[in-house]
């Protein structure tokens, strides 16, 4: 039998003032935001020689750099999530 997927709890919905107003009074708001789809900043540090081939490589794609970088990690891991669903 198989099983089946968990389903996704979706965030409360509420009003940008009514969440203002909480947020405000020190009150948690986390019921209310969708952590899945949060974005977050990273920040890495790399030799130089690294940043010139990434600048080379994003000048003759025609993106930037910040996103050469988010492309080649999303495509590793893909690759990734793809070789451990064969595993399985």
Do not use: C, H
């Not at 198989?2 to 709890?9: F, I």
């Not at 789809?37 to 030799?47: Q, W, Y």
């Not at 025609?62 to 988010?70: H, M, P």
């Amino acid at each position: 039998m198989k099983k089946k997927a968990p389903t996704k709890k979706m965030p409360k919905s509420i009003t940008a003032e009514e969440l203002d107003r909480r947020f405000d009074n020190g009150e948690s708001i986390m019921e209310y935001l969708d952590m899945d789809n949060a974005t977050f900043r990273v920040n890495v540090d790399f030799p130089a020689w690294s940043v010139s081939e990434l600048d080379r490589e994003s000048n003759r794609l025609g993106v930037s750099r910040q996103a050469l970088i988010k492309l080649w990690i999303v495509e590793r891991l893909d690759l990734l999530a793809k070789s451990r669903k064969k595993v399985v």
